[in-house]
């Protein structure tokens, strides 16, 4: 058991690497050069451009401005300051609600953390069952933080009932918490959707399944089929075509000419020497020839290729999809389509919303339907199988957290280890490194499975891995931490235990493991969330670009990285924190200052770093809400079941009787939230499309429906090459789609970074830089 | 453990009884005096009318014609003569598929048994472990039974994996069989509502919650919602009226007048006394009066009443419900509202197919939705303590079974017990019929239960009801009957156990109860279905009717109690033989032949039934398939967890790994099932809208739809107030409604039972007729 010295050094350790990355961050920031790897959403959006010539040389590259140090810090208040709607503007609505989860965690665990602090901690203080232990026979060691926990009350203590009734405040607050929070993004969803300009997917349906006609083609058949059922509201059609192969080509050319662009830049600042390559394996086997020469060559033959295989593709009925995407006259039709059967036969017309065609995954429309079944139960059984032989390492290094048992089996080390510096680094910081190194990978493969399951948008994608990847972190993380430390600090004795037992053995090793997830959180929150916003890697991968290739402004462009949220490993890393919080209220509260720190911190740095840094890859209007949400009610339950385990254990017979009352209470709360607020976030009223419709037949009547939709669905591939000649004007066109912010204007006109200023965030708004002039 | 004797003795019990109501059935049923207890349905359809007055009075009464005695098991061919899509006409589709699952029955287990007979059944037999077991010093009795079971194969003999295989081969082929009738049932359902005729549920919708609005009455605010966001569909709408106060006083009336009726005719009968009556609580208290006058001022007074009522009901804004049948002008329009989301708040404005006005369960339609919730959890928890109490007398009962513990409790009985025929009937008859007598109460509380939750059709209501009574059948009979027994006569060792052995417990507990089970199917399958046939409870009660009240021929169609199917009493019973047929197929296979007697004498007797008695009051076109069907599916899971379990126990490690495969692919096949077969009960495809609509506008241009639904949703209260005068009229209307049968034509010239056919069955064709003559 850890100290209250050891957390002590932990948390100065890891408060440490988190300054330094903050400080590192605030100094880097406001260097000139550093401005597409901190501000690229600016970039992105048109409102910044490289920073102009004038001024010296060396201002462009680095910041003289003494006084814009002094405000290091200035970038907080600047991410806050932007109010909520102008942030829906900016980057989607998908951000802000992402935003509201850390506000959520805020809103649930304050109060929370009050209450246990007020109420629990002095009612564990006051006892001395540790102490009296300590001194018998069994010649426990204890700690301080355990004397704050659930541990320190006596066996059969009326006391006890201190905690249950807690356990029903925490719960009702945290319900009522979630209601509101459902009920206000249920409300910003409508809200958004309906203030929402024309979009192509609300009045298109993806179609798949068409069932094959011996005399139809397949977009005949489209045709015809929505001309009979559908025939006031059918208006035009786009039918999937299979361009992997070519997009795949397309994909390898394009690094072939990065090669390319290598050797001649290689090659141009050493006049002397031909550039040489080697054609095998990675460029590390085969025959040396000379790289220019060699990619040149390589670049026509798929020039080639390509244009043949775009010809193929689409005259090739093999290459067409039984599947279309359908556009509507009106978002009436295509919402009633949406959410209706077509066919007699279930399997056959499937309709659905098609996703916002920058949202569209399209290697997956190619799937055929038939194979999807197959498909998601394999990715179930890799799962499955991933879930269960990564418990294998994990365990092994969790063994590591034990200093007894490092001492034990290598005794060499015991003279090192036993230094307390080191005890305390290895007890407070290897184990949540471990474990956060096994979990980078992670990700990766999750979201190919998804892929390989056959989801038809990135944002169903991600919402799909997340879930599997709350679901690892959930066994991996949390239970073989609490159950394998336990199995090897209790001899094995819980191991084989019968699974009605369960309960009890995590309850009870819930208050013994608080150190460890304490020092997790310090480690994967706050030094990680820190490290998010110096952004290290985009950092040395731009500058490396922007010396080795980058040419032209275009080619800086691409250099950029901005990344994007990331909710398929956001999300489920919050809902960890959400599941300790919870599980530890009762058990250990001095463990939820460290998830408020947590929190807060995080709330902080995405807020800066979706203002400034992340690309918005799709919008889906919060459509992962009902996930977030069922995911925290789960944490509620699987909390309240724990808690009532460890109460069998503690000698109040008459409290897990009183307990089980707040499962069955949760799980008719999450069946009310959903039948109230789910459907928001799925279906499309009628009414809405209805309203919808008038006005805009009202306000455009000669609107031309089909002019618009014509060309929303077709493959990318087919748009670059419409689009190869006018480019430009093409990103011009999307920019202008974009909904213009307040401060557009004035930041056209502002050089950024002003010399007045001194690079304070471009989130500072124009009438903050007059004030710190003033 | 009883003896093949034992099982003799009880099967000749229950064969005798099963016989002696068959053959009074074949006796009574030949009298003219109860045709209308044996062939109620026929008089319903108007295809048959009381016993002409030709003939002599005694004729009229008592069938004297002996060649008619002679073919007294006529009934069986007759009643499987009638072709399956006759059957439909004259039953409906709900009836000629609930006699599918008893043929489905058959499919499964004939095949099942065969093999199992083949093949298991010779390699339990060839061991010797029982015989071993008994003579060693476990000094353990065992049954020839058991010798067939799997209990006789040694520990860890590789004999058990012919039980693995043949596990396998079940699973494969009832899998088999329930796919090939689910697709047959959802094409008969889908033929069955493509070729109905024109039904106002096809064109309406029910709408609920309408939002209370201050300037608008719940009408205009249906008809101003349905004509901005359904324009072009919407035709008429008919608000729900809470008129439960007027259905209960129009019911309190019609009950006194039956009073009234009974008190005259006694009167009638005996001129010189006025009958009394007391006025209090079931006119056993109170003041006593003379029954005509009191009576006829009681119904004078309701009479009255339910004027005042009817004008209050139409007036009061506070008996108008949130809540309309909207009809649109196509079927398209209404699946389309149907199957949508109308409006932002998806707790408002809720759309659902509107049930056959039959089928509506009028009372539950005046529920605020608001309190549905509630309703469910407290209907939900009141289930579970009636599931978990009722196990109490059940298990009290069930220890009677064993006859050692009733020497043991009441030695004084040992003498009369130890009889070979007492010992038989108390281990065979006792168990089952006390079980029996326990269930007989519990499909009314079910039912008021589903009531009270407030479902809106009586089709519903008893999908509810049959789903609740077989969790309790599952609970009481099942587990109750394999643990309680086993738990008693293995010292209650197994009840402490966790609830990963419980598959282990039941497991190895399911061999030793099959003699249970073989009783329990002989009294509660054979006589029970055997009883069903001769109708005894009707038959009594209609001559009781008949006697003291009929004066007319209506009344004596009042008297007729024509019964329905029950579905929710006899499904679950039937999944509760699904269910051990399933469990005891691989186990104790000699278990099988019983099964199958019943499904075989169950077809027979309810196909009997349905063509001749049941009235049918409602068409679901065989809604509650995906329920039969997940039953069996459910069955054949928990079949291969136990005997997973059991095998756990029997020396082969190997075999529960390979068995787990099976409920996971079972599984697989229920979700491929669900998802390719299910949506065709659910909901309407567009396609098939679309195609009526477009056949009806063809063939009647001119349809007057609106005429045809404006009066289709009137509660029937208003109905009958319209109907008073002219209801002969009205009942005509209703016959020519239903589809008229081929032998319509025939049935109407031959008088009923004719001199030459001597009373066989009604659906004998007519060439049968003269078939028998030559």
Chains 1, 2 share one sequence.
């Not at 990355?21 to 000139?32: G, N």
């Not at 299979?242 to 390898?252: C, P, W």
């Not at 490194?433 to 998804?450: D, G, H, N, Q, R």
């Not at 970074?753 to 708004?765: E, Y």
Request: with cysteine; charged share 20%; hydrophobic share 45%.
């Amino acid at each position: 058991m850890a100290t209250f010295g050891d957390i002590g050094v932990a948390a100065a350790f890891n408060i440490f690497g988190a300054l330094i990355f903050l400080i590192a961050f605030a100094f880097l920031r406001l260097q000139p050069f550093n401005d597409r790897v901190y501000f690229p959403k600016w970039y992105l959006k048109g409102l910044r451009s490289s920073p102009s010539h004038s001024g010296t040389f060396v201002n462009k590259f680095v910041n003289l401005d003494w006084r814009s140090y002094i405000r290091f810090l200035n970038w907080i208040p600047d991410a806050l300051k932007m109010p909520e709607p102008e942030l829906i503007d900016h980057a989607g609505l998908d951000s802000a609600v992402y935003l509201r989860i850390y506000l959520l965690g805020l809103k649930i665990f304050v109060p929370i953390t009050l209450l246990a602090w007020a109420i629990i901690v002095p009612v564990n203080w006051t006892n001395k069952t540790l102490a009296q232990l300590s001194q018998g026979d069994a010649g426990l060691t204890y700690s301080s933080i355990d004397k704050l926990s659930i541990s320190n009350v006596p066996f059969g203590s009326p006391r006890f009932w201190t905690h249950v009734v807690m356990a029903y405040v925490f719960t009702f607050w945290t319900c009522y918490a979630l209601t509101k929070e459902y009920e206000k993004i249920a409300v910003m969803r409508l809200h958004f959707l309906a203030s929402e300009k024309r979009r192509p997917d609300q009045f298109t349906v993806l179609v798949r399944n068409v069932p094959p006609d011996p005399d139809e083609s397949v977009t005949e058949c489209v045709e015809h089929f929505f001309l009979v059922n559908h025939p006031d509201h059918y208006l035009t059609h786009q039918v999937v075509i299979n361009a992997n192969k070519l997009a795949q080509l397309v994909e390898e050319k394009k690094k072939k000419q990065n090669w390319l662009d290598y050797y001649q830049l290689k090659y141009s600042r050493n006049r002397g020497k031909r550039p040489m390559a080697k054609t095998g394996f990675l460029g590390l086997s085969g025959d040396k020839v000379d790289g220019i020469d060699y990619q040149t060559a390589e670049i026509e033959r798929l020039t080639k290729e390509i244009a043949e295989e775009r010809k193929r593709v689409k005259t090739d009925p093999k290459c067409i999809m039984p599947a279309a995407f359908v556009s509507f006259k009106t978002r009436w039709g295509a919402a009633v389509c949406a959410q209706t059967q077509q066919s007699r036969n279930p399997t056959v017309w499937l309709t659905e919303w098609a996703a916002e065609p920058r949202d569209v995954f399209w290697a997956n429309l190619a799937i055929p339907y038939v194979s999807i079944t197959i498909r998601k139960l394999m990715a179930a059984v890799a799962f499955f199988f991933l879930t269960f032989f990564f418990m294998i390492p994990v365990s092994a290094v969790q063994s590591l957290a034990n200093i007894e048992s490092i001492e034990k089996r290598l005794p060499f080390l015991t003279s090192i280890v036993e230094q307390p510096f080191i005890k305390a680094f290895v007890q407070g910081v290897l184990p949540g490194l471990a474990l956060k190194i096994f979990l980078i990978v992670l990700p990766t493969i999750l979201m190919m499975m998804s892929k390989f399951e056959g989801f038809l948008s990135i944002s169903a994608l991600e919402r799909r891995a997340a879930f599997r990847y709350y679901l690892f972190n959930f066994v991996n993380v949390f239970l073989v931490s609490i159950i394998a430390g336990s199995a090897l600090s209790q001899l094995d004795t819980f191991i084989k235990q019968s699974p009605k037992e369960i309960p009890e053995t995590i309850g009870v090793a819930i208050p013994m493991k608080a150190t460890f997830f304490i020092t997790y959180v310090m480690v994967d929150g706050w030094a990680g969330v820190a490290g998010e916003i110096l952004r290290l890697k985009p950092l040395i991968f731009f500058h490396l670009k922007n010396f080795f290739l980058v040419k032209t402004e275009k080619d800086r462009e691409e250099a950029m990285d901005p990344g994007s949220i990331g909710f398929n490993t956001g999300e489920p890393q919050i809902q960890l924190y959400f599941l300790l919080g919870l599980v530890y209220a009762v058990v250990t509260p001095v463990f939820l200052p460290f998830i408020l720190v947590f929190f807060a911190l995080a709330y902080m740095v995405f807020r800066h770093q979706i203002i400034n840094v992340y690309n918005q890859e799709y919008e889906s209007a919060a459509a992962f809400w009902p996930d977030v949400h069922g995911r925290i009610v789960y944490a509620l339950i699987f909390s309240q079941i724990i808690l009532m385990g460890l109460m069998g254990t503690k000698g109040i017979y008459e409290a897990p009787p009183v307990l089980i009352v707040l499962p069955v209470l949760t799980i008719c709360f999450h069946l009310y939230c959903k039948g109230r607020y789910q459907p928001a976030f799925v279906r499309y009223p009628l009414q809405e499309a209805m309203m919808k419709d008038t006005l805009e037949r009202t306000r455009e009547p000669n609107l031309n429906v089909k002019g618009y939709l014509q060309q929303a669905y077709i493959h990318p591939i087919f748009k670059d090459e419409e689009d190869d000649e006018d480019e430009g004007f093409n990103m011009k066109l999307h920019d202008s789609a974009t909904v213009p912010t307040k401060r557009q204007q004035s930041r056209k006109t502002t050089p950024v970074p002003s010399k007045f200023s001194g690079g304070s965030s471009p989130a500072l708004p124009e009438h903050d830089h007059e004030g710190s002039l003033s």
